[in-house]
């Protein structure tokens, strides 16, 4: 059963809150980041991208920019930018995106549910990516960036966050990019024993984006374990901040292919070996975007093609039927020979808030050919992570991003 608990947040000033928020680390270059800092010096990505306080060709790993982000922290939270909870709480967190908003609830989640799988993950997570957040958190003996987890949604939390958004909101601000974000907080003691006895009776919560910093996350807390043996199980290093979303509440857009060249086919070769595999009806030059499971858009040479799944290469294996992998099975792989989409330069990727005119001008500038996709399903997400699977590279692209710097968990 998932353990789910309040905490003591470190948050923003309510008059500063729209400043300090700032979308992910990992969004932005070194440049990009440093340009947003130039732009907002109260942002919170100079705790999250410390190296940006450092010459160009400094290391951005090395110990001393770790160090510059704990400062850069503490210094936030002296000059009162930050301001400490003064119990553990839950908070509500609403992001309206288009004029679609989607509800989660920010709590810490055990790291002892991500060892025993209670919390599955559906990605594979590189040592080196890890390393960088592992140094970030624990230098800082804090986590700044929540993890984005979901779970089949349950009445008694609906309740409770229902209820508590009749109230006046902590944050209402709308961000630069039109996203707005509003924050309740959770504090009276009958909510906050409501909402982890509902979490207590749910079986399974997932990763829904953050593969990386939750191993971070785990890891750290599997360190401090180490250097405290007589640790209790309670203290704030064996949980991690997240914000958990009911599957009702979200939405997973489309993750998108361009690829650089026909492996040495013509337009009309390459046309008959996709009917291998698809049913394929000229579309023109509008742009196409699939409306059903097995259906699939392409851009090639100023024309859009409907391609379809034959009945005989569809799966019901939660991994083998997915969208992503009937194309990669049996279109990219065996016709345009692309074997390892995470290593091979003829294939780039245009999230689905890109739009298909992004595939366009990619196709008329440095891409021979695009394919647009129908979004994999959170339901599909979650028979892959409950199967013990993984996912494809690429699978799932979720908008709005959280922002970081709105709750930080001191460890």
Not at 32 to 38: Q, V
Not at 170 to 197: C, N, P, Q
Not at 321 to 349: A, C, E, W
Request: charge should be negative.
């Amino acid at each position: 059963m998932a353990r789910i608990r309040p905490f003591q947040a470190i948050r923003p000033r309510e008059d500063v809150a729209r400043k300090v928020a700032a979308l992910p680390y990992d969004v932005y270059n070194r440049e990009e980041a440093l340009e947003e800092i130039k732009k907002e010096p109260l942002s919170f990505l100079k705790v999250d991208r410390p190296e940006t306080h450092f010459p160009e060709d400094f290391n951005p790993y090395d110990p001393e920019v770790y160090k510059k982000a704990r400062e850069i922290l503490q210094e936030m939270i002296q000059e009162g930018i930050f301001i400490r909870e003064t119990k553990p709480c839950y908070y509500i967190y609403e992001l309206t995106m288009d004029g679609r908003a989607q509800t989660g609830l920010v709590g810490c989640a055990a790291i002892d549910d991500y060892l025993q799988d209670v919390i599955k993950k559906h990605e594979l997570t590189r040592e080196d990516k890890e390393l960088d957040r592992i140094n970030h958190v624990d230098v800082c003996n804090a986590q700044t960036g929540p993890i984005f987890l979901t779970y089949r949604s349950q009445a008694s939390i609906n309740e409770v966050i229902e209820k508590v958004k009749q109230k006046t909101p902590l944050y209402d601000f709308m961000a630069s990019d039109g996203v707005r974000h509003v924050v309740w907080v959770i504090s009276e003691d009958r909510d906050l024993e409501k909402i982890t006895s509902g979490f207590a009776g749910i079986q399974s919560i997932y990763i829904a984006d953050g593969h990386h910093r939750t191993a971070s996350a785990v890891k750290v807390g599997l360190k401090r374990r180490e250097e405290h043996p007589n640790y209790t199980g309670q203290e704030e290093f064996n949980f991690f901040l997240s914000v958990l979303f009911p599957d009702d509440q979200l939405l997973i857009l489309d993750y998108n292919r361009v690829v650089k060249d026909l492996n040495g086919l013509s337009k009309a070769e390459f046309l008959e070996e996709i009917k291998r595999g698809f049913e394929l009806e000229e579309k023109g030059n509008t742009p196409y975007k699939p409306e059903e499971k097995a259906t699939f858009g392409m851009a090639l040479e100023g024309t859009w093609y409907k391609l379809r799944a034959r009945e005989e290469i569809r799966s019901t294996d939660p991994v083998e039927g997915l969208d992503v992998s009937l194309l990669q099975n049996h279109l990219l792989t065996p016709i345009l020979q692309i074997m390892d989409i995470r290593t091979d330069k003829r294939i780039d990727f245009v999230g689905g808030i890109r739009g298909l005119q992004e595939l366009e001008k990619r196709t008329n500038s440095d891409m021979k050919c695009a394919f647009s996709l129908y979004p994999t399903s959170i339901q599909e997400l979650f028979a892959v992570s409950d199967a013990g699977r993984l996912m494809p590279p690429k699978s799932t692209w979720f908008e709005p991003k959280l922002r970081s710097g709105l709750f930080i968990h001191e460890l």
